[in-house]
């Protein structure tokens, strides 16, 4: 009733039936929204009231309670929260709400009460509990004032301030000095925030949680492999702790470091088991996305789509896997759950891990397409073709090293495969056994394109929100040359997410696809000259990057992709246009927007030679001295460890 809009009816049903149902809770979240969407506001703040009262930790209850007022003004919803603090004094979520709404010396005053009471308590996430409230300068600003009073009067008179009459414990102390490098490190101070958390971990050596943070630092400053050495000392600190563990196994990972991510998670696989074969038996899907991306990384395709498509049949097995809970769900009338479960199996397929594995499979397709690989290694023929014989014959050498690397440790774990063999469930009789996954089967697949579109019409249906997606489908149909579709992806692009870098380059590619390839015949060209008359208004590209540019040229990768759809539209300026990067000035540059433009240009846009590139390196070296990215090898071998 409620999806066909039959609110009153709705209403009704739930009060004549509100002896039967047993869910007290949800009757009463459904009852009071119910209410809200009908105009009855004072029922509504009644019955979301009643929910505070059973849950006052619930921040959903407490704005459903301050809007059924119809309060918009933040002074008089303030006063709505404060009564409710009355109610539940302890309750932590309507101070927290109180602190969204005000301003001025009355939010001063509550943050300074509330900072004090949670530092003195060593609350480990207060610094992401008033995260929220950091879009706000002001609030950002009066935090900061607040915290370094407190860190010059703890270390001068072991109070929060010098008026205070009670000396607090040295933990709270510790706990600002945490609290600050975190505030720095938001802000991307790294000196400052490395300054703070180095002083914490002289203060209290055995306190996991400044290690912690201080890896964190370092991620944030684009230094993972000194990253992975503070999560890892965190790690060793506690060696039974699995939130540590898999913390460090994702940063080795996102250094690069496959071989010592598995040794570290095989302290919680099963013994006598390879511990990729395990994790991956687990459905640990975070570990297959972050190895697809260091593969995708490395280039070795193989590697990428095994663990894509590991990924993808998980998804299937979650799918099938729920076969059961069909008839039981009908047997047992739990609908409510049901209907969830099917709705559940309708966007499955939009879940952040198949829209990551189905990124790099896409773009790993893409890259098969465009270079083919030959039937001896993992590098397209046109990249062979390209090497100096030196070069060749250290790929050979790496080929067999890697060969013979993989032969003893398939060696090695057979005896335990054989193991684990014995006591795995053997399939029934006339019971279909899917194949293995076999990455160099898949990549030596004759439709890469096909193939991609297998992940691409699940994230089209399901992710159409994320601009990457339709990104990804220009991509796949600019090769197909599908111009309806290449249109469709465009236009939805710009709806989804307008500032979107890679918007400029695809306008510029299907206007010159339009030009060059021409339109077809009948009702499609009547289509295509209708969508590109309101893409193009004016029927000047150019204007429109000129246009684009003035709203979005300030931001490094906007600039960067503005620079290549000029250089396709007029080949000749590609030297003038990469100039200009090289240029761009540096107060605009962040540390992604700056990994971002390098790997474009390390992909070939705009033509780079090896000085433009170690020119672009170089001068975000500067800006970015920790970034491990910017690096060259020799700058690598005398960075302190």
Known sequence: MVEAGKFREALSHIYSHRDSILDIQSWLEMAGDLHARLGEHEDSAEVFETLYQRNPENATYIESYVRAHGHYNDEESLKLCQKLQKLHPRAEAPFNYALKLSTGSTFRTLVDGYLQRQLRKGVPPLFNILKHLFQDKNKLETIKELM??????????????PESEDKEFPTSYLHVMIFLAQLYDYERDTTKALYYIDRAMQHTPTYIDPYMVKSKIYKHAGDMVE????????????????????KAAKYMLRAGMIDKAEEACALFTREGQPAVDNLNEMQCMWFLTESARIYFK????????????????????IVEDQFDFHPYSMRKMTLRAYIGLLRLEDSIRGHEFFNKAADYAIRTYLHLHDKPLSDSNGLGNGEIDEMTEKEKKKLESKKKRAAKKKQQQKNENSVANNAANK???????GEIVP?????????????????????????????PHCS???????QVFYRQGKLLLMIQSVKRALKT????????????QLVQYVKTKGTPSGIIAEIVKTEMSELLPQNDIREWLNVRESLTGTNFKNFFMLRCSH???????????LQAVLDFPPEGITLESSEYVLSHLNAGLLSPTPENIATFSANCHALFPLASAFRSPKTEETVPR
Request: glycine share 2%; hydrophobic share 35%; with cysteine.
């Open 435 to 463: 194949p293995p996954i076999v990455g160099n089967e898949l990549v030596k697949t004759d439709a890469p394109l096909e193939d991609a579109m297998k992940f691409l019409d699940p994230l089209r249906a399901l992710s």
């Open 468 to 474: 990457n997606t339709h990104n990804l489908a220009f």
């Open 423 to 429: 006591d795995k469930k053997q399939p029934a009789d």
């Open 227 to 246: 990253a992975v050495n503070w999560v890892d000392e965190a790690r060793t600190m506690d060696l039974a702790d699995r939130y540590l563990n898999c």
């Open 148 to 161: 370094h009073g407190y860190y010059t009067s703890l270390e001068e008179h072991k109070k929060f301030t």
């Open 298 to 317: 490395n280039q070795d395709w193989a590697n990428v789509l095994q663990k894509c498509h590991e990924v993808e049949k998980h998804f299937v097995d």
């Open 497 to 508: 997410c307008a500032r979107a870098p890679e918007i400029a380059l695809h306008m510029t």
């Open 567 to 577: 250089a396709q539209l007029l080949p000749e300026s590609t030297p003038n246009q």
